[in-house]
């Protein structure tokens, strides 16, 4: 572990972090709904002192930016917005908004922000440069493009670099990444299927769309296994499937919502064309009065990290973290939208993954297992009604990552 002065007197913040952290997890918003969070995270921020405070970027973000003297730019982000999931966590401090939760561990990545910038305001003699600080709403459905096309690029400094990080079901403690391709690309659309509806008991007079999406579902099981090769990665989900009001009646249409992941331009496009292709011709042998309708619901290129930069930030956690830093051998499949800052702003970017699982949870599990074959499934995951990081080590570990970054940069 490094002595950074900016690591001087986190240990005493600690139980008041904890506080927001379970506060946060208590009341979790949908995205681009963040408003308590959003206030939340402003009013903490003007009590640090020294940050110029933006609120209402991209809709619910917030942007703080602090200067102190000369030096690089760096931008760190976190994103604010729950899912509409049920908790079945039992948690003392448990979503107390029904349906709704923090089950991708945002409220996480909140206060490990806020627990940045506290230690960035207070200890100024220890940096120098200024920080952006993002928090971003709607990462779930593509809020960085939101904030961008608010004019981010025109009304904060442009940075030197972008930060970020993600809790994950790994061990508690542990800190990973990887150069190039970290995380997949996504596509989400709706499709439409079209049929004649009837009364159930002449099934003969109408063209039934739930037989027909049952047919689609179970073809888009062939992509990945059939279309795709085995060195390669894709992942295809029929995520929602909406039709019908009554158990005796026939329906005209059937909603689907599919999730394409891709780590390559290559296996997007082909993937892409084979759902399409297996869409119509299944809706062509069910003898469909119309073709279906598709519609885009939103688009997450690959999360790339940049190499110069990203090994900057493993020696920096390497150092932070001895022996608990480890290297993905491959991309995951799951997506993120936080390189659309890097992108758009013509800057490098780095992303990496905090653990944040009780470690009861892997007796048995060494980390060399832990990297070749991923999270066990009995282990709850991101998007769990089950999913609940362990506030002590996670806390402080993702404080002192993010400063452990950003101090490569921002060093006097």
Not at 79 to 103: C, F, I, K, N, Q
Not at 259 to 283: P, W
Not at 379 to 384: A, G, K, R, V, Y
Not at 400 to 405: G, I, S
Request: hydrophobic share 45%.
């Amino acid at each position: 572990m490094t002595t950074s002065p900016l690591l001087s007197g986190l240990s005493e913040e600690l139980p008041e972090l904890r506080a927001l952290y379970e506060d946060l997890h208590t009341h979790p918003e949908l995205s681009f709904q963040e408003e308590r969070t959003a206030a939340v995270v402003a009013g903490r921020l003007r009590e640090q002192g020294g940050w110029e405070v933006t609120e209402g970027v991209g809709g619910t973000g917030v942007v703080g930016v602090l200067a102190n003297g000369d030096g690089p730019v760096v931008l760190l982000r976190a994103d604010m917005d729950a899912l509409p999931v049920r908790e079945e966590t039992g948690l003392a401090y448990a979503s107390e908004t029904d349906g709704v939760m923090h089950a991708c561990g945002h409220d996480m990545h909140v206060a490990w922000l806020l627990g940045a910038t506290g230690r960035l305001a207070a200890v100024r003699d220890g940096w120098r440069g200024t920080v952006v600080a993002v928090f971003q709403p709607g990462e779930e459905v593509g809020g960085a493009p939101k904030m961008l096309a608010d004019g981010f690029a025109e009304r904060f400094p442009r940075p030197d670099v972008c930060l970020g990080q993600h809790v994950a079901a790994a061990p508690a403690g542990l800190v990973g990444t990887r150069a190039g391709a970290l995380m997949a690309g996504a596509d989400s659309m709706r499709v439409t299927l079209f049929g004649r509806g009837g009364h159930g008991s002449t099934p003969e007079a109408t063209v039934d769309p739930v037989v027909l999406a049952a047919a689609v579902v179970m073809r888009l099981q062939t992509v990945v296994s059939r279309e795709v090769a085995a060195g390669q990665q894709a992942v295809v989900t029929v995520g929602s499937i909406h039709g019908g009001t009554k158990e005796n009646i026939i329906p005209d249409t059937v909603e689907l919502k599919i999730n394409i992941r891709t780590a390559t331009e290559a296996v997007r496009e082909r993937v892409l064309a084979a759902v399409e292709r297996i869409v119509r011709a299944e809706s062509a042998a069910s003898a469909a009065p119309k073709e279906p309708e598709f519609e885009p619901i939103d688009s997450f290129p690959v999360t790339h990290n940049d190499p110069a930069a990203t090994a900057s930030v493993q020696a920096a956690l390497a150092a932070e973290f001895p022996g608990l830093t480890f290297e993905l051998t491959s991309p995951v499949p799951n997506s993120e939208d936080f390189g659309a800052f890097g992108t758009a702003l013509g800057v490098p970017s780095v992303y990496w993954f905090v653990g944040g699982a009780d470690h009861k949870l892997y007796e048995g599990v060494d980390l060399e297992a832990l990297v070749r074959d991923g999270i066990p499934p009995q282990i709850p995951s991101n998007h769990s009604p089950h999913f609940a990081p362990a506030p002590d080590p996670t806390l402080e570990t993702g404080v002192r990552a993010l400063l452990a970054a950003a101090g490569h940069w921002l060093a006097p």
